[in-house]
């Protein structure tokens, strides 16, 4: 075998059997922790299974403290959230500094749960005095503009997470190693493949919402598809969990594709897709999903 022959190989079984799960693994990939405790927000990388801190900045809360709840109680919301836009000036008011990061905040989550609120962001600051304070935003987390600067090369917009915690605590630390959830999610992925309705749908939380669809809805769509297709394919990649007090989310690349019965091919699509994971009666249930294009 050649030099170069070889070296694909050992490449593709890199692919195979690294990552979550036996599920292919990307490297590089940076999330936002932020820990109300202390007032510390930490640049990390998901690295086999666990954050490797990467920076640590200080971090300017909401006046109010404690998570929030609707719009203008002054609190930063605490969950697990994704930045949808940045924005710099002239876009951008003075007093948010050099830049600003918008989160998707009310997510999937805090919608079902009744939270409201918008325009939360992670933003710096035209006034370096208000960073002596722990508790001066409306609710936003809050850098200097030259932190601001250094973080941006960490963020993927739509992909990079950021994790608001009351207490960081060693626990939240470690989010690959939960078995529970890893088995969890290999078993839906498994039920899914095989079409198995019933044992696909005991996965989801009674309160479940996607696409428009409660859990009846999503059942009856799934159902639908099931009778229409004779194979399903699902082939995770880059299977990354993130829990939190409150929820946990897994996303990962989904590589789906679909044979009619007829033997044609029926849909196919490649993207990430995003788990909303909440414990109802003690058992891990998706309460939520998304899906965007957006890649690692």
Same mark, same amino acid.
């Given at each position: ?24 693994? +990307? ?19 998901? $690295? ?5 801190? &990467? ?5 300017? *809360? ?23 836009? !940045? &924005?710099?000036?002239?876009? %951008? ?18 919608? &079902? =749960? ?16 208000? %960073?002596?304070?722990?508790? $001066? +935003? ?24 950021? %994790? ?9 630390? @470690?989010?690959? +190693? $939960? ?16 079409? @198995? ?12 919402? =996607?696409?428009?669809?409660?859990? =009846? ?13 004779s194979s399903i394919e699902i082939r995770p990649e880059d299977v990354k969990i993130y829990r939190h007090p409150k929820y946990s989310v897994v996303t990962f690349t989904q590589n789906?594709?679909?044979? !009619? ?16 994971? =909440? ?14 294009? *957006?890649?690692?």
């Amino acid at each position: 075998m050649s030099p170069l022959r070889l070296l694909r190989v050992f490449v593709g079984l890199i692919l195979v059997f690294s990552g979550s799960q036996g599920y292919a693994s +990307s490297d590089g990939t940076t999330a936002i922790l932020v820990d109300k405790k202390t007032n510390n927000l930490h640049v990390v990388q998901y $690295d086999s299974q666990h954050y490797k801190i &990467l920076k640590t900045y200080h971090a300017t *809360l909401g006046q109010v403290k404690g998570d929030k709840e609707q719009e203008n109680d002054l609190k930063t919301p605490e969950g697990i959230y994704t930045f949808n836009s !940045l &924005l710099t000036p002239p876009s %951008l008011q003075k007093k948010f500094g050099v830049m600003s990061f918008y989160m998707n905040f009310p997510n999937t989550f805090d919608q &079902l =749960a009744g939270r409201t609120g918008s325009g939360i962001m992670l933003h710096a600051t035209n006034e370096p005095d208000r %960073l002596k304070k722990n508790y $001066d +935003s409306q609710g936003c987390v809050v850098v200097k503009n030259e932190e601001i600067q250094e973080i941006k090369s960490y963020i993927r917009l739509g992909l990079t997470p950021i %994790l608001i915690f009351s207490e960081l605590t060693d626990e939240y630390l @470690n989010p690959g +190693s $939960d078995p529970k959830l890893g088995a969890f999610f290999d078993s839906w992925v498994k039920v899914w493949e095989t079409k @198995n309705l019933d044992q696909y749908m005991d996965h989801y939380h009674s309160d479940f919402s =996607a696409q428009g669809r409660n859990k =009846a809805g999503w059942k009856q769509y799934k159902a639908d598809l099931n009778r229409k297709y004779s194979s399903i394919e699902i082939r995770p990649e880059d299977v990354k969990i993130y829990r939190h007090p409150k929820y946990s989310v897994v996303t990962f690349t989904q590589n789906y594709r679909s044979k !009619l019965k007829n033997g044609g091919w029926g849909h196919r699509s490649r993207g990430t897709k995003i788990l909303y994971i =909440a414990e109802e009666n003690n058992q891990s249930k998706i309460i939520a999903e998304t899906f965007t294009q *957006l890649m690692w």
